[in-house]
């Protein structure tokens, strides 16, 4: 009888986070638990204790995990250079569109239980995004202006607005974006805001 070895290291991650993925799409958050997932990664509850504070922690990483896998991050400015103000836009958003597509609708619905029950990690968190947002449009218009583009001057709270819409639409609203709803609002209310 051949003994079946235990998982550890990045496969026994990834046996978490999809045995995570999986309950959450198929049963929702309330059957996320660390006695539930352990057992269907092949893990055991202390394992998971170890790691996550909370099963939404361990969905979150999860989520985070997949969709970095898929499609990557949005870390180097010259990968967003389309060689337009405009073309950068929708790039960025299309990218955010198909984070909230892979996540899916569970974790959406599980960020506003979260967010519904005071967890400060979620309020550190779009803290933190705040910055990384202002940065990414910055560095995006300092690409425009260098292709001559002129460029209005805009307070870091118009710059986080987009995203936060988007935040809303997909989390509060729990409806899709579409490719037609992200050229609404680069056409209608960024470029008209941004450009000269």
Same mark, same amino acid.
């Given at each position: ?15 978490? #986070? ?30 998971? #204790? ?69 967890? #400060? ?39 986080v607005l987009p995203f936060e819409t988007i935040r809303y639409q997909t989390i509060v609203m729990h409806k899709p974006l579409t ?14 805001? #941004?450009?000269?």
């Open positions: 009888m051949a003994t079946q070895t235990r998982k550890r290291g990045d496969e026994l991650l990834n046996a978490i #986070y999809d045995a995570t993925l999986r309950v959450l799409n198929s049963e929702g958050m309330a059957a996320v638990t660390f006695s539930r997932i352990a057992v269907e990664a092949g893990s055991n509850r202390p394992s998971l #204790y170890r790691r996550w504070d909370t099963p939404f922690d361990m969905v979150f990483d999860a989520a985070r995990s997949k969709t970095m896998a898929i499609q990557g991050g949005l870390a180097s400015s010259e990968s967003l250079d389309t060689g337009s103000l405009r073309g950068d836009f929708i790039k960025i958003f299309t990218h955010l569109k198909n984070s909230s597509e892979i996540m899916g609708k569970q974790f959406a619905l599980a960020m506003i239980l979260e967010i519904g029950q005071g967890n #400060y990690k979620i309020t550190k968190m779009f803290d933190g995004t705040r910055e990384l947002n202002v940065d990414l449009i910055d560095r995006i218009l300092d690409q425009a202006r260098n292709r001559g583009e002129e460029i209005n001057e805009v307070s870091d709270d118009v710059k490719d037609e709803w992200i050229e609404n609002l680069v056409d209608q209310v960024l470029i008209p805001v #941004y450009t000269k």
